[in-house]
């Protein structure tokens, strides 16, 4: 079975810091990572995946994330944020075949 | 369209009747997705299609739900005898075939269900 934990449902940071959105994960052979982002009234949107390779994966909007087979983590990081980062954010893994498993979200927050 | 489309937006609808969703996924799109997110949730897989079959259907909560791709491009999922309980938005996505488990979903804005 696998599954997916977001252990903070809210981040605050301020804009300019680096930010990190912690996901750790559980699943039966190579893991599929995914993180998506929501906006407010918007549809989730990919931000980026692991599948294999580099463990240092880049996505949109100059997020990247890093894949830890040891710790089982795949948290989302950004070196400087934007207060038009503050949304939703999903960690997922892929599921079987056929689907994503999706963590609880994490809402960040940039504060000016 | 450029992107997955769904309808209705928002649905308000008493306890006890039916309901439709609609999802038109985005061009050449083979695979289609049906998702449930409740409030301070994640979205919850509910039922894949790959062309016109359903693949995987094995979290539809039960028998009042079903969802249909009889061309093997928009879908639509039906709830009879809605309840409470199934008030949620209801997210549709679309993927390319063939990227199994790497697949990048692409989803729709969603379609809010209150049932009353």
């Known amino acids: 079975a696998q599954s997916v934990a977001q252990p903070e449902d809210q981040v605050n940071v301020a804009e300019g810091n680096p930010l990190t959105v912690k996901c750790t994960y559980s699943?039966?052979?190579?893991?599929?990572l995914f993180w998506y982002v929501q906006y407010p009234n918007r549809g989730l949107q990919f931000l980026l995946k692991?599948?294999?390779?580099?463990?240092l994966v880049k996505g949109s909007y100059g997020f990247e994330a890093e894949f830890n087979k040891s710790q089982t983590s795949f948290h989302l990081k950004k070196p400087s944020a934007l207060v038009s980062d503050s949304a939703l954010y999903f960690c997922?893994?892929?599921?079987?075949?056929?689907?994503?498993?999706f963590g609880t979200g994490t809402r960040l927050t940039v504060i000016p | 369209g450029a992107g997955v489309s769904q309808t209705p937006s928002n649905k308000v609808t008493e306890k006890g009747k039916y309901v439709e969703l609609r999802c038109d996924p985005i061009?050449?799109?083979?695979?289609l997705y049906w998702y449930r997110q409740s409030l301070g949730q994640g979205p919850e897989f509910l039922i894949y299609?790959?062309?016109?079959?359903?693949?995987?259907d094995s979290g539809l909560p039960n028998d009042r739900f079903f969802a249909v791709r009889p061309e093997g491009s928009v879908s639509t999922l039906k709830i009879q005898r809605t309840e409470r309980g199934d008030s949620a938005v209801y997210l549709c996505?679309?993927?390319?075939?063939?990227?199994?488990?790497?697949?990048?979903?692409?989803f729709g804005e969603g379609s809010r269900l209150t049932v009353l």
């Open positions: 996505a679309s993927s390319l075939m063939g990227q199994g488990r790497s697949r990048e979903l692409f």
């Open positions: 699943v039966s052979g190579n893991p599929y």
């Open positions: 692991y599948i294999t390779g580099d463990n």
């Open positions: 997922a893994v892929g599921a079987g075949a056929n689907n994503l498993f």
């Open positions: 061009s050449g799109h083979t695979a």
């Open positions: 299609f790959q062309g016109t079959g359903a693949a995987d």
